[in-house]
């Protein structure tokens, strides 16, 4: 058979691609190119992971390395100790006191109920206290505590901790808790402190606050003076496996405790004082008439701090709130009364400004008509000179010349020397009252001044309201011619004392009026100190609650009038003033300038004034210290009755 020739053969073609012939060249060189590519993107790939991984190993390191520790190791805050409180002396007003507490570790408790029962029985732990634990319980993570109890004594403590190794996961230990040596006598100035709430977390995103047996403070100078109270937290690192559990401990941190603050208040005239304040409500404020410096800050009834601050139950919350004596309100600050009477030395010294004669007679027949109205007074004066209005404090005299003289320099006057006025105080809440005027009675009733409202200011009622620091500030400055600030704080600066704008025979005729109250034939001549060589000045008041159809000395407590009384000795030489308040207590003169008298005692003798103490309280039921654990005690038989009955 013929071969065909070669240039005859068909020639072999591609196939057709987008109407083009592709020869296995053309397939050669896409193959080569996506090739390319593909290798081109694997290359770029490869040196961006590479680099990641360079990054990540060398410039990352550090960070990592710190994540990766965080890990393995926790660190458990350990709490600062407070800063103490002290008095002017240096005599602790609130510490810390070594003390038990018990804590469950979530992580280490393998049977949560039965262990819970248990340190309920041995602990003597109330329904609160077992609901508060399983809210945490719940909300608790891995190796951080739960508080079971604190201040726990030391009885149930042994017996928790000779039961450790059947209850794994109870952690006893010691630490620090607040402690106030004076109780309910010092509760309004200093506060108490407490663990603090979701708002304060809230507010500070601080892990220390979520601490537990951390406390912050909540209320009175704890809490305005946190910051330096506080202290820095130390911490203790621990080694932990990736489940949780405790491998080891490493190095500790040590914590730095707060810094101690002074304050210008006599610790033991401030204990004094309350307890001289017996079952009675109301405040004093006793002050140092060359400094301003605040000695004495009482407010009662109060309530007692340590249960504050070691969480207070429910049933004493309730018997607290419900007291009508309000124990709960600081009264010093927070408290707003009538001046009544307290009020006319310096509607005196205002009277003097204006020009009126001191020996200018009013006739006193026992009131005096204003308008269509019968302002009674409290007796039959008779004429009566200034001096001896303020002696036998006429009310008749004050509202007749009240209505010859100019009322808004008057008042103005009288909140120069205190009423009325603002002072810094590193106090959380204070409430300044008013001293009214026509100007902001204008403002405020949108009405002009009247012969009645005069009437009403010159003796201290109507709109005018006041606190007992003012009720302490009006004689201070009386007696020293400074314009005195109050101060609470030793550390606070110290502004420049001026002089009183005022004419200093002026202030020493009503200094001498003060006096007669108490050593002549005055309103509070009952209240003389038992000191030889020592008198004591001051001014009475009654401050009408109710109106007179509806109230009475004698009637229910609720509606008799509020007793004041105001004081400086000695009277020639000043040195303190005092201001007292008796919430419904009757009259000034048999009510508070008692309590004056022998506060102002405790200040030059002590041993007189605990002498005159000892038998009021035997007639009240004990000391306050007495008198508070039998109530302590009463709010824990209650409570034991509730658990029984739940």
Not at 282 to 297: K, T
Not at 441 to 461: F, M, P, V
Request: overall charge positive.
């Amino acid at each position: 058979m013929s071969k065909v020739p070669t240039s005859k053969r068909p020639v072999k073609r591609g196939p057709l691609r987008n109407g083009k012939r592709v020869t296995s060249a053309h397939q050669s060189m896409t193959f080569s190119r996506r090739m390319l590519l593909t290798g081109g993107a694997q290359v770029g790939v490869g040196a961006v992971l590479i680099g990641r991984l360079g990054w990540l190993s060398v410039a990352e390191n550090e960070h990592y390395q710190l994540l990766s520790e965080s890990n393995r190791v926790q660190l458990i805050i350990v709490p600062p100790r407070r800063g103490w409180v002290v008095d002017r002396r240096g005599k602790p007003i609130a510490i810390n006191r070594s003390d038990f507490r018990v804590d469950l570790i979530p992580e280490q408790v393998e049977n949560f109920e039965q262990t819970l029962k248990t340190l309920a029985q041995l602990l003597d732990l109330s329904i609160d206290d077992v609901d508060r634990i399983l809210r945490d319980m719940k909300a608790a993570r891995g190796y951080q505590p739960v508080q079971v109890a604190e201040n726990v004594p030391y009885e149930n403590y042994a017996k928790v901790v000779v039961r450790l190794p059947e209850l794994p996961g109870v952690q006893p230990m010691r630490g620090f808790s607040r402690f106030y040596p004076d109780g309910p006598a010092v509760a309004h100035l200093v506060g108490y402190v407490g663990a603090a709430s979701a708002k304060d977390y809230e507010r500070d995103k601080n892990p220390l606050l979520i601490t537990p047996g951390f406390k912050i403070g909540k209320e009175g100078l704890e809490k305005t003076l946190e910051s330096s109270l506080r202290g820095t937290p130390g911490g203790q690192r621990v080694e932990l496996t990736a489940r949780g559990k405790l491998v080891r401990e490493l190095e500790p941190k040590p914590d730095r405790s707060g810094n101690t603050v002074q304050l210008t208040i006599d610790q033991g005239l401030q204990q004094y004082a309350a307890r001289r304040m017996g079952d009675q409500s109301g405040a004093l404020v006793a002050m140092d008439v060359a400094s301003g410096d605040l000695l004495a800050f009482v407010s009662m009834p109060a309530y007692d701090p340590n249960s504050f601050s070691s969480g207070i139950g429910r049933t004493e919350w309730r018997v607290l709130s419900e007291n009508d004596h309000i124990p709960l309100l600081n009264k010093v600050t927070q408290g707003l009364y009538p001046s009544g009477s307290t009020i006319k030395p310096a509607m005196a010294l205002a009277f003097l400004k204006q020009g009126i004669d001191p020996s200018r007679r009013v006739n006193c027949p026992g009131g005096l008509r204003i308008g269509n109205r019968y302002f009674r007074c409290d007796a039959v004066h008779g004429l009566m000179d200034m001096h001896q209005a303020i002696e036998r404090s006429c009310n008749t005299y004050f509202w007749a010349t009240g209505l010859i003289t100019d009322p808004g320099q008057t008042t103005e006057m009288v909140q120069y020397l205190g009423y009325g006025q603002h002072f810094d105080l590193p106090i959380p809440t204070q409430r300044f009252g008013t001293m009214p005027n026509p100007e902001w009675l204008r403002k405020k009733y949108n009405r002009e001044w009247q012969g009645y409202d005069t009437a009403n200011t010159s003796i201290g009622q109507g709109y005018v309201l006041i606190n007992p620091i003012q009720l302490a500030v009006m004689p201070a400055r009386l007696a020293s011619g400074k314009l005195l600030e109050p101060r609470l704080l030793m550390a606070a600066k110290r502004k420049p004392i001026s002089d009183l704008d005022v004419d200093p025979d002026h202030l020493e005729f009503v200094r001498k009026a003060m006096a007669a109250v108490v050593n002549e034939h005055g309103t509070a001549v009952g209240s003389k100190l038992p000191l030889d060589g020592i008198q004591m000045a001051g001014k009475t008041g009654t401050a009408q609650v109710f109106k007179l159809g509806n109230r009475g000395h004698q009637s229910n407590w609720a509606l008799r009038d509020h007793a004041l009384f105001v004081a400086f000795a000695p009277a020639d030489k000043p040195r303190f003033a005092i201001g007292c308040i008796i919430e419904h207590g009757g009259f000034g003169a048999s009510a508070a300038a008692p309590i004056v008298r022998d506060t102002m005692t405790y200040l030059f003798d002590q041993q007189k004034a605990m002498d005159a103490l000892a038998p009021l309280e035997r007639q009240w039921g004990g000391t306050l210290a007495e008198r508070n654990a039998r109530q302590a005690a009463q709010f824990k038989a209650l409570a034991a009755a509730r658990r029984l009955t739940a």
